[in-house]
């Protein structure tokens, strides 16, 4: 994420200032909003004193530089957002890590073992469920691991086609690095530009692609992680059926079992052949019901995504008055027209009607990437902005979906803000299934806004659990969502997972809190990471 020390990405990318006034007034109508405030400078800033100094060697890629603590003491949620125009920087870490290679990994470990700190691994800082910042009820000092040096394409198989990447490889980077060859990775989350291949792995990170493999855990052919008891790495396989698959035990980890530094990737062709539609309902549940027959179509559209009519609305794809179904299809070796003719057919069988998709699609996927930039003026402006996601089997679809939007509905009345508006859409697709994701949009109260994104949080997570939904489908569980995750969690898979948390981190240096309850294991014999 760079320097910036409030909002998403860079300040080249921000919304201008004529920009910010046109959103402002396009969303005056429906919700009560203010001129945006002012976002805070870095003097305003007040932090803590460090409570360690790095020595010797380290102090070449370890230090407490004011702009590097404040800029690493949060993630990208509204709550983290909040705090910064708060001017709250109490969580900041005491010492900003940037290692130029494993061998700074290994050597921040142990430090930090030997000094008795808490080390948090940070990749782009998109986190937006609290997963990069320090523990609250911790009292060690806080190292933030920041990878962005350990990056870059090491090696390309073409023949398997796989790649090697370094952790703290960035979306854009890698992917130009594959363009020449032909090749893409074809992995492209809403964080795309500044999230890392690191952060993707220990998230379970989901793409933009709706059907088909999305997810980053269907890329890996092998990965390699430092832990404070050693290097952990896999072999280069594109199957494993010799036993528990150890790459799982990495996959979603969020920096709580090791250091991810580096993977193997399954890379393919990139697509030359593409066509769009958009099909449009009246009728919601017909919508749905033709997502679903997308989905168990078998032909594997790269996007079909149903976006409710605010949904649609508040992107500029849609009027106001349907819901939205944006099919893509797209591959490297022939051409695409009979399977969109198909979807187009499935999607009339339910009611759709047609217009063309270049227009409607292309100012979606403006909208979409540009939403974070959005998100943050509206917070500045004093509206709430936040979102949720969870997946669920097509037959509990309609009841979690009713009940999700009707708890955020009447949390946000109870917090004192009626009037507030729940859009949602689906954004992957399964046969037996779809994600569900939600955005929250209030006028926020005027004190305490993370107590009441909290209590939203708090009454959308009950409805999650009564429905039988997890916490999550592709943003990470993190510190906020960890103790609904633990309550939902059968007993001996949280005691497998604190087992393999005392194998690979008897101390709990790495990021406590995350995934398991925060605890301070008893100190013992100390293992060397190297």
């Given at each position: 994420?760079?320097?910036?020390?409030?909002?998403?990405?860079?300040?080249?990318?921000?919304?201008?200032?004529?920009?910010?006034?046109?959103?402002?007034?396009?969303?005056?109508?429906?919700?009560?909003?203010?001129?945006?405030?002012?976002?805070?400078?870095?003097?305003?800033?007040?932090?803590?004193?460090?409570?360690?100094?790095?020595?010797?060697?380290?102090?070449?890629?370890?230090?407490s530089?004011?702009l590097?603590?404040?800029?690493?003491?949060y993630?990208?949620?509204?709550r983290?957002?909040?705090?910064?125009?708060?001017?709250?920087?109490?969580?900041?870490?005491?010492?900003?890590?940037?290692?130029?290679?494993?061998?700074?990994?290994v050597?921040?470990?142990e430090?930090?073992?030997?000094?008795?700190?808490?080390?948090?691994?940070?990749?782009?800082?998109?986190?937006?469920?609290?997963?990069?910042e320090?523990?609250?009820d911790?009292?060690?000092?806080?190292i933030?691991?920041d990878?962005?040096?350990?990056?870059?394409?090491?090696?390309?198989?073409?023949?398997?086609?796989?790649a090697?990447?370094?952790?703290g490889?960035?979306?854009?980077?890698?992917?130009?690095?594959?363009?020449?060859?032909?090749?893409?990775?074809?992995?492209?989350?809403?964080?795309?530009?500044?999230s890392?291949?690191?952060?993707?792995?220990?998230?379970?990170?989901?793409?933009?692609?709706?059907?088909?493999?999305?997810r980053?855990?269907?890329?890996v052919?092998?990965?390699?992680?430092?832990?404070?008891r050693?290097?952990?790495?896999?072999g280069?396989?594109?199957?494993?059926g010799?036993?528990?698959?150890?790459?799982?035990?990495?996959?979603?980890s969020?920096?709580?079992?090791?250091?991810?530094s580096?993977?193997?990737?399954r890379?393919?062709?990139?697509?030359?052949?593409?066509?769009?539609?958009?099909?449009?309902?009246?009728?919601?549940?017909?919508?749905?019901?033709?997502?679903?027959?997308?989905a168990?179509?078998?032909?594997?559209?790269?996007?079909?995504?149903?976006?409710?009519?605010?949904?649609?609305?508040?992107?500029?794809?849609?009027?106001?008055?349907?819901?939205?179904?944006?099919?893509?299809?797209?591959?490297?070796?022939?051409?695409?027209?009979?399977?969109?003719?198909?979807?187009?057919?499935?999607?009339?069988?339910?009611?759709?009607?047609?217009?063309?998709?270049?227009?409607?699609?292309?100012?979606?996927?403006?909208?979409?990437?540009?939403?974070?930039y959005?998100?943050?003026?509206?917070?500045?402006?004093?509206?709430?902005?936040?979102?949720?996601?969870?997946?669920?089997t097509?037959?509990?679809?309609?009841?979690?979906?009713?009940?999700?939007?009707?708890?955020?509905?009447?949390?946000?009345?109870?917090?004192?803000?009626?009037?507030?508006?729940?859009?949602?859409?689906l954004?992957?697709?399964?046969p037996?299934?779809?994600?569900?994701?939600?955005?929250?949009?209030?006028?926020?109260?005027?004190?305490?806004?993370?107590?009441?994104?909290?209590?939203?949080?708090?009454?959308?997570l009950?409805?999650?659990?009564?429905?039988?939904?997890?916490?999550?489908?592709h943003?990470?569980?993190?510190?906020?969502?960890?103790?609904?995750?633990?309550?939902?969690?059968?007993?001996?898979?949280?005691?497998?997972?604190?087992?393999?948390?005392?194998?690979?981190?008897?101390?709990?240096?790495?990021?406590?809190?995350?995934?398991?309850?925060?605890?301070?294991?008893?100190?013992?014999?100390?293992?060397?990471?190297?």
């Amino acid at each position: 994420m760079g320097a910036r020390l409030f909002g998403w990405g860079t300040e080249s990318g921000a919304l201008s200032s004529a920009e910010e006034h046109a959103l402002v007034d396009r969303v005056r109508p429906w919700l009560a909003v203010t001129a945006p405030v002012a976002a805070p400078t870095l003097p305003e800033v007040d932090l803590t004193p460090p409570r360690l100094a790095p020595a010797g060697a380290l102090a070449s890629f370890m230090g407490s530089d004011p702009l590097a603590r404040a800029t690493h003491t949060y993630g990208q949620a509204y709550r983290d957002l909040v705090r910064r125009l708060e001017r709250r920087f109490a969580p900041a870490p005491d010492l900003v890590a940037r290692p130029p290679d494993e061998g700074g990994v290994v050597a921040t470990l142990e430090w930090a073992d030997a000094h008795d700190a808490v080390v948090i691994p940070f990749g782009g800082g998109t986190s937006v469920v609290g997963g990069v910042e320090a523990p609250p009820d911790d009292p060690r000092p806080v190292i933030s691991l920041d990878l962005a040096d350990l990056s870059g394409i090491v090696e390309v198989d073409t023949i398997s086609r796989a790649a090697r990447c370094r952790a703290g490889t960035r979306g854009p980077d890698l992917e130009a690095a594959l363009a020449p060859r032909g090749l893409t990775l074809r992995h492209f989350p809403q964080s795309f530009e500044f999230s890392t291949v690191g952060g993707w792995l220990a998230t379970h990170a989901a793409g933009h692609y709706a059907t088909g493999p999305t997810r980053i855990d269907d890329a890996v052919e092998s990965l390699r992680a430092i832990t404070p008891r050693g290097i952990l790495e896999t072999g280069r396989h594109p199957s494993w059926g010799a036993g528990p698959d150890p790459r799982a035990w990495l996959l979603g980890s969020e920096g709580t079992l090791g250091v991810i530094s580096e993977a193997w990737l399954r890379v393919v062709a990139r697509p030359t052949f593409h066509a769009r539609l958009v099909a449009r309902f009246a009728d919601l549940d017909r919508g749905v019901a033709a997502a679903r027959a997308v989905a168990q179509s078998g032909l594997r559209p790269a996007n079909a995504r149903l976006l409710d009519p605010l949904e649609a609305v508040v992107s500029g794809a849609g009027d106001g008055g349907t819901a939205l179904l944006l099919l893509g299809c797209e591959s490297a070796d022939h051409p695409v027209d009979g399977e969109m003719a198909r979807l187009g057919e499935l999607a009339a069988d339910h009611g759709a009607s047609f217009s063309d998709g270049t227009r409607p699609d292309a100012r979606w996927r403006d909208a979409f990437v540009r939403a974070p930039y959005a998100r943050d003026v509206l917070v500045r402006a004093g509206l709430l902005v936040e979102t949720f996601e969870t997946v669920t089997t097509w037959d509990r679809l309609d009841t979690l979906r009713h009940a999700a939007v009707g708890a955020a509905e009447d949390a946000l009345a109870a917090s004192g803000s009626p009037g507030g508006r729940v859009s949602w859409r689906l954004t992957h697709l399964y046969p037996d299934g779809a994600a569900l994701y939600l955005t929250v949009l209030a006028p926020a109260r005027a004190r305490d806004r993370v107590g009441q994104i909290d209590e939203v949080r708090a009454a959308l997570l009950a409805a999650l659990a009564s429905a039988q939904a997890p916490v999550t489908h592709h943003h990470g569980v993190g510190r906020v969502h960890q103790p609904a995750l633990a309550a939902s969690s059968p007993e001996l898979a949280t005691a497998v997972l604190a087992s393999a948390k005392s194998a690979l981190d008897p101390h709990g240096l790495l990021n406590p809190g995350v995934l398991l309850a925060s605890s301070r294991p008893g100190r013992g014999r100390r293992d060397s990471v190297g």
